[in-house]
């Protein structure tokens, strides 16, 4: 286990935390919260041992494997997956001794080698990096892509790959959603739900913090506490520890008021009962998230723009896309009026980001008109805009050349809004954080009060508390707003309509946002299946039929021993699983972790590791065989 003790870490003469004394134990996934610059990365600095504590100490169990994922990708011509498979080292050490024990012709040597290899998964490295690889979204071509022809975003994605590539005993992962699509980010909250060894989490996607994490450790007031439950267990023990005091009760108090105030507002002119309900309930539990962040520095109102037409866009039979030959989206029409709240769902290169592009002017239709009225603003955020701020600029002097006529004071209230108060107002914007420049790009956005609001991942690199003033003040925003975003909880709390995305369409998505992962499951079933029917011939004769009822009999041949093979894989995986539940009730017992039961504990966790890598192995075993028999099925679909 992880063992804290007394644990200090100051940054130049900034104490982040002290005293910090928990433990954390074998398999557990632990939540690591607070706010930018709370200590949380530099926690992780002193796990890889690039950060020495101030005082304390971290005990970690000797030969454990830490993985965690790099922050710069090498301007590297090797393939993607290749990039991905450096990750498992063990696969690659393996790997170059074979290489060298084959070129010196060393036999005994060789079979030995293959042996480690076999045992180690070594066969089934490609189709493991390659699973990840998709998991990510990218897609079979893009795995033979260099590595330096894809963009910073997806580098980050292959650096992720990498760190889940290795077989480790610790994984440190460090706000690894921001570079995803709600996608990836589904299946991520699945893989590491799977995930068999330690987990430390670094995020501020409460959804996601939700569905992976079995205990939050939250850094506020230079203090670390451990939280049983996940995060919304933990914001509840907050709230009520936060409406114990007085005057901040009182400031809660008016936040729940403004959000029933919404509620009841959304509720009289709701007229789709499945989503409004869906959404009556998000903004309830809001009501209940909202007393955990009564104490945020984060407060601001998006300003009322100075007409509202209505319609304030059309698009009428539009084709988008970067070339006519080739559409992202074909034959759109959408209509947009003050008071639509819009969020986008869709497979990553659907066309979310482009139609986005389009509803900004920032790409033109191939086909189609499109209709604006004459008093649109439109406020768009993105990426790029972050990357356009001035870098020798301070956030005042970004204000002051949007609005020239407004007194310093009055500009320096608003800033102080998106938690740039004080002396933060007047610093320069280069050295800032990618959090604290996403805050900026989106205060100047607000501030020139739009009517048409378009959001393109508006949460990346934001934290919690940021992301909840977002949330509570797009409740009052009443023009238009469309919003692209992996951030379900705002989402929920923000949109009223839901588009699908998908086969260059724009549909209506009738179902709740938590339907949204079973549509993306029966999608890839109905995908698998569409690949797998059988094509009929052109013929119907008797020779037809005859040289069918060959061909199946031949094809069942081929798959009999496979189909065999399968179920006993299968059987010894339940194997594995029961021996492997066993260990892990064993190891829930405090007293093992007794100095006394040190031996004990050894014992039991090395036979945990042997059973969590063969029943990894199996599983992979598992997934070889039934693309196997997946390829026979394929294959013979192509020849009927």
Request: charged share 25%; with cysteine.
């Amino acid at each position: 286990m992880l063992q804290f003790n007394n644990l200090s870490i100051r940054r130049g003469t900034n104490l982040l935390f002290s005293n910090a004394t928990f433990n954390i134990y074998p398999g557990h996934k632990v939540g690591i919260t607070g706010a930018n610059g709370c200590g949380k990365s530099s926690l992780f600095a002193v796990i890889r041992k690039n950060l020495e504590a101030d005082d304390g100490s971290l005990l970690l169990p000797e030969g454990w494997v830490i993985a965690h994922v790099k922050q710069q990708t090498p301007q590297d011509e090797r393939s993607a997956i290749e990039y991905v498979l450096d990750g498992d080292s063990e696969y690659r050490a393996l790997e170059t001794k074979i290489q060298i024990a084959e070129k010196n012709h060393q036999g005994e040597q060789l079979a030995h080698l293959h042996e480690q290899f076999e045992h180690i998964g070594g066969y089934r490295a490609q189709s493991r990096a390659a699973r990840l690889l998709h998991g990510l979204g990218f897609n079979s071509e893009q795995e033979n892509l260099a590595v330096n022809s894809f963009s910073g975003g997806w580098r980050m994605r292959l650096n992720l790959a990498q760190a889940l590539m290795c077989r480790s005993d610790l994984l440190l992962l460090d706000e690894p959603t921001n570079h995803l699509d709600l996608d990836a980010v589904i299946w991520l909250e699945q893989w590491l739900s799977e995930y068999q060894g330690t987990l430390l989490l670094i995020s501020h996607d409460r959804d996601f913090l939700d569905k992976v994490c079995q205990q939050i450790a939250h850094i506020e007031q230079q203090q670390i506490t451990l939280y049983s439950g996940n995060y919304s267990a933990f914001e509840k023990i907050r709230a009520a520890k936060l409406a114990n005091q007085q005057a901040e009760h009182e400031k809660q108090q008016r936040e729940i008021a403004h959000i029933q105030h919404y509620i009841d507002r959304f509720r009289a002119k709701a007229t789709k009962a499945k989503q409004a309900q869906s959404r009556i309930k998000a903004l309830q539990k809001m009501e209940m998230i909202a007393p955990a962040h009564v104490d945020s520095p984060f407060h601001f109102s998006f300003l009322n723009a100075d007409k509202q037409p209505n319609p304030l866009l059309k698009l009428d039979n539009v084709s988008l896309g970067y070339s006519k030959e080739e559409p992202v989206l074909n034959h759109l029409t959408m209509v947009l009026s003050p008071g639509d709240r819009i969020g986008l769902l869709g497979a990553n290169g659907a066309g979310k980001s482009t139609l986005i592009k389009a509803l900004a002017e920032q790409l033109q239709p191939t086909a189609g008109n499109t209709h604006k009225a004459q008093d649109l603003k439109i406020g768009y955020f993105a990426q790029h805009q972050v990357e356009q701020l001035h870098p020798e600029h301070t956030p005042l002097e970004h204000l002051q050349q949007i609005d020239r006529l407004a007194s310093e004071q009055q500009l320096r209230n608003f800033l102080g809004g998106f938690g740039f108060s004080n002396d933060k107002a007047l610093e320069k914007t280069a050295p800032f954080s990618g959090g604290e420049k996403a805050r900026l790009a989106l205060a100047l956005i607000v501030y020139q009060r739009p009517n048409l609001l378009l959001l393109d991942e508006p949460t990346n690199h934001l934290d919690i508390e940021m992301r909840q003033a977002l949330a509570q003040a797009l409740q009052d925003f009443e023009g238009a707003m469309v919003i692209v975003s992996h951030d379900r909880h705002l989402l929920r709390v923000s949109c009223d309509r839901l588009l699908i995305v998908a086969s260059q369409r724009v549909d209506e998505f009738n179902d709740s946002l938590d339907d949204y992962p079973r549509w993306l499951t029966q999608q890839q079933t109905k995908q698998n299946l569409d690949t797998s029917e059988f094509k009929p011939g052109t013929e119907n004769s008797a020779a037809a039929k005859k040289e069918r009822k060959r061909k199946e009999a031949e094809q069942r041949k081929k798959l009999q021993p496979l189909q065999k093979r399968l179920k006993t894989i299968e059987e010894q995986i339940n194997s594995l699983s029961s021996d492997q539940k066993l260990l892990e009730n064993q190891l829930t017992d405090n007293s093992l972790y007794e100095i006394e039961n040190k031996d004990r504990l050894q014992e039991i966790l090395a036979q945990k590791q042997r059973i969590d890598h063969e029943l990894e192995d199996s599983e992979y075993l598992w997934l070889e065989v039934s693309e196997k028999i997946e390829s026979v099925s394929e294959s013979f679909a192509e020849d009927l």
